[in-house]
């Protein structure tokens, strides 16, 4: 699998790729990455629940820089992003099923996807959630096999702190158009409607409601 992990780091190394805070990370060795089978398999979820929850418990000792951690799987076949969008929610909510067992949801954001301050929740831990995988249609969301990425929120709401967000996010946006050759039209602030639409990456329809639940 180590193939399919380098793989994975050339794409987000590329020149052209758009995310400078994942560069940033996985340059100072921030991003941890698991290889699991099946997106639609739940023979892994313990394994990935018990990675995030060491990728947890280091995070919560540093105080800056962007941290990830990536789930690969590569024994996916090609997928549609409906048919991405669907195993990906269904591999989200089972991993929360067996989080909640032990942990209660992170207080500082909402655990109804619909609302505005939602955001996905492990072991107490608030993460903003990116699906990548090859049939996306944004070029910046295309990756050699499908992938979950757990960005910690708490690291933005630092950026915000130090006012150092919004330049950030500029430049992610300049580069996404420059990469993608358009404006994302499913990017937005935390705060103005749930990041869920975020997660997956497909495009939705005017008035379109995310099928996502918890």
């Not at 989200?92 to 996807?113: C, E, G, I, T």
């Given at each position: 699998?180590e193939n399919?992990i380098?793989?994975?780091?050339e794409?987000v190394?590329?020149?052209?790729?758009?995310c400078v805070a994942a560069?940033?990370a996985?340059?100072?060795?921030?991003?941890?990455?698991?290889t699991a089978?099946?997106?639609?398999?739940?023979?892994d979820?313990q394994?990935i629940?018990d990675f995030?929850?060491d990728?947890?418990?280091?995070?919560?000792?540093?105080?800056k820089?962007?941290?990830?951690?990536v789930i690969?799987?590569?024994?996916?076949?090609?997928?549609?992003?409906?048919?991405?969008?669907?195993?990906?929610?269904?591999?989200?909510?089972?991993?929360?099923a067996?989080d909640?067992?032990?942990f209660a949801y992170?207080?500082?954001v909402s655990d109804n996807?619909?609302?505005?301050?939602?955001?996905f929740?492990?072991?107490?831990?608030?993460?903003f959630i990116?699906g990548?995988?090859?049939?996306?249609?944004?070029?910046?969301?295309?990756s050699?096999v499908?992938?979950?990425?757990?960005?910690?929120?708490v690291?933005f709401?630092?950026?915000?702190?130090?006012?150092r967000y919004?330049?950030m996010?500029?430049?992610?946006r300049?580069?996404d158009?420059?990469y993608s050759g358009?404006?994302?039209?499913?990017?937005?602030?935390?705060g103005d409607?749930?990041?869920?639409y975020?997660?997956s990456g497909?495009?939705?329809?005017?008035?379109?409601?995310?099928?996502?639940?918890?």
């Amino acid at each position: 699998m180590e193939n399919i992990i380098e793989s994975f780091k050339e794409m987000v190394l590329d020149k052209a790729f758009p995310c400078v805070a994942a560069k940033d990370a996985l340059k100072k060795g921030n991003v941890q990455i698991l290889t699991a089978t099946h997106l639609a398999c739940p023979h892994d979820d313990q394994r990935i629940l018990d990675f995030i929850y060491d990728f947890i418990k280091k995070f919560r000792k540093q105080d800056k820089g962007f941290h990830s951690v990536v789930i690969l799987f590569p024994h996916t076949q090609p997928l549609s992003e409906v048919e991405f969008e669907a195993y990906l929610f269904q591999r989200l909510k089972a991993l929360r099923a067996l989080d909640a067992k032990h942990f209660a949801y992170d207080p500082r954001v909402s655990d109804n996807p619909q609302a505005k301050n939602f955001s996905f929740s492990l072991m107490e831990e608030a993460f903003f959630i990116i699906g990548l995988h090859p049939g996306s249609s944004r070029p910046a969301r295309q990756s050699p096999v499908p992938a979950i990425v757990f960005n910690p929120h708490v690291q933005f709401e630092r950026l915000r702190d130090e006012e150092r967000y919004e330049k950030m996010k500029a430049i992610v946006r300049k580069k996404d158009v420059e990469y993608s050759g358009s404006t994302n039209p499913m990017l937005m602030d935390f705060g103005d409607r749930s990041e869920v639409y975020q997660y997956s990456g497909r495009q939705y329809a005017s008035g379109e409601r995310c099928p996502f639940n918890l």
